[in-house]
């Protein structure tokens, strides 16, 4: 494998179905680590469609029979500019998917207040929560235990899109910001925050990826650089990027 030292780990399965069950134990087995050493274990969410296997199988009985979920506080990496019911909300999907077929406290479930006429002050608001709810790092940045992420066709990741001032975001957790090529407003986790996680784990599928993937698993720096998903540097934490093979078959000498 060729590039950066990024991600820490890649793993490849055959299927999104066998790639998709591997980020579930993986995902299970981070929340029961963080629960058993610190008695909590503070996610935050992936939007967009490709999690909905992931979260429906974190659903099934036999495995969240075995996840302490009564211990894990949820945040959503980012969100749309529409109502928490709405069938385009990352919110709705992850709840009809997931939240509402576990013993999570609701409380502990923080959906991004997207759907506001004020975007900045939710925003602020929002970033203010996690602040307040999640311990920090060294560095005084909140320090999530596991952050999930996906990967658009055009290497965005979360919110963070090609060419927006919000990838050069150093200060501010949580940004709110138009996004020229969809139109819409997004609310999102900047690379600071991101970036301070322990772990992040990005599930990648489908062959409308590869072109991307390729990119990011190439040496070519500078094309790497202008896909958002390169930024992603957890420097105290370990970065999995889990793959299908339609995903990954663009990748050179795998
Ligand atoms: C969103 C996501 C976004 C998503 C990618 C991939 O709100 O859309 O946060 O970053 O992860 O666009 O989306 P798919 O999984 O639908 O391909």
Request: hydrophobic share 40%; proline share 7%; aromatic share 6%.
């Given at each position: 494998?060729?590039?950066?030292?990024?991600?820490?780990?890649?793993?490849?399965?055959?299927?999104?179905?066998?790639?998709?069950?591997?980020?579930?134990?993986?995902?299970?087995?981070?929340?029961?680590?963080?629960?058993?050493?610190?008695?909590?274990?503070?996610?935050?969410?992936?939007?967009?469609?490709?999690?909905?296997?992931?979260?429906?199988?974190?659903?099934?009985?036999?495995?969240?029979?075995?996840?302490?979920?009564?211990?894990?506080?949820?945040?959503?990496?980012?969100?749309?500019?529409?109502?928490?019911?709405?069938?385009?909300?990352?919110?709705?999907?992850?709840?009809?998917?997931?939240?509402?077929?576990?013993?999570?406290?609701?409380?502990?479930?923080?959906?991004?207040?997207?759907?506001?006429?004020?975007?900045?002050?939710?925003?602020?608001?929002?970033?203010?929560?996690?602040r307040d709810t999640i311990p920090a790092d060294p560095n005084g940045t909140p320090q999530f235990d596991l952050i999930l992420?996906?990967?658009?066709?055009?290497?965005?990741?979360?919110?963070?899109?090609?060419?927006?001032?919000?990838?050069?975001?150093?200060?501010?957790?949580?940004?709110?910001h138009m996004v020229p090529i969809l139109g819409r407003n997004r609310m999102t986790f900047t690379f600071p925050l991101i970036?301070?996680?322990?772990?992040?784990?990005?599930?990648?599928?489908?062959?409308?990826?590869?072109?991307?993937?390729?990119?990011?698993?190439?040496?070519?720096?500078?094309?790497?650089?202008?896909?958002?998903?390169?930024?992603?540097?957890?420097?105290?934490?370990?970065?999995?990027l889990v793959m299908d093979e339609s995903a990954s078959r663009l990748i050179d000498n795998i």
């Amino acid at each position: 494998m060729t590039g950066s030292a990024y991600p820490t780990r890649v793993v490849i399965r055959k299927t999104q179905q066998d790639a998709t069950e591997f980020v579930a134990d993986l995902v299970q087995d981070i929340i029961c680590q963080s629960v058993s050493s610190t008695g909590a274990c503070r996610i935050a969410l992936a939007g967009g469609t490709t999690p909905h296997g992931l979260y429906k199988q974190l659903a099934r009985p036999e495995r969240s029979s075995k996840t302490p979920w009564r211990d894990v506080e949820v945040f959503f990496g980012d969100e749309r500019n529409v109502p928490h019911d709405h069938v385009e909300s990352n919110f709705h999907s992850a709840q009809r998917a997931l939240l509402d077929h576990v013993p999570i406290s609701p409380g502990r479930v923080c959906p991004m207040p997207a759907d506001c006429d004020d975007l900045d002050s939710a925003a602020q608001r929002y970033e203010q929560l996690i602040r307040d709810t999640i311990p920090a790092d060294p560095n005084g940045t909140p320090q999530f235990d596991l952050i999930l992420l996906g990967m658009g066709g055009d290497g965005h990741t979360a919110s963070l899109f090609p060419l927006t001032d919000a990838l050069g975001e150093t200060k501010r957790l949580i940004v709110s910001h138009m996004v020229p090529i969809l139109g819409r407003n997004r609310m999102t986790f900047t690379f600071p925050l991101i970036n301070a996680a322990r772990n992040v784990v990005s599930l990648v599928t489908g062959t409308d990826k590869a072109e991307a993937i390729s990119v990011i698993m190439s040496a070519d720096e500078k094309a790497r650089a202008a896909l958002p998903f390169s930024m992603i540097r957890p420097s105290g934490g370990e970065f999995c990027l889990v793959m299908d093979e339609s995903a990954s078959r663009l990748i050179d000498n795998i």
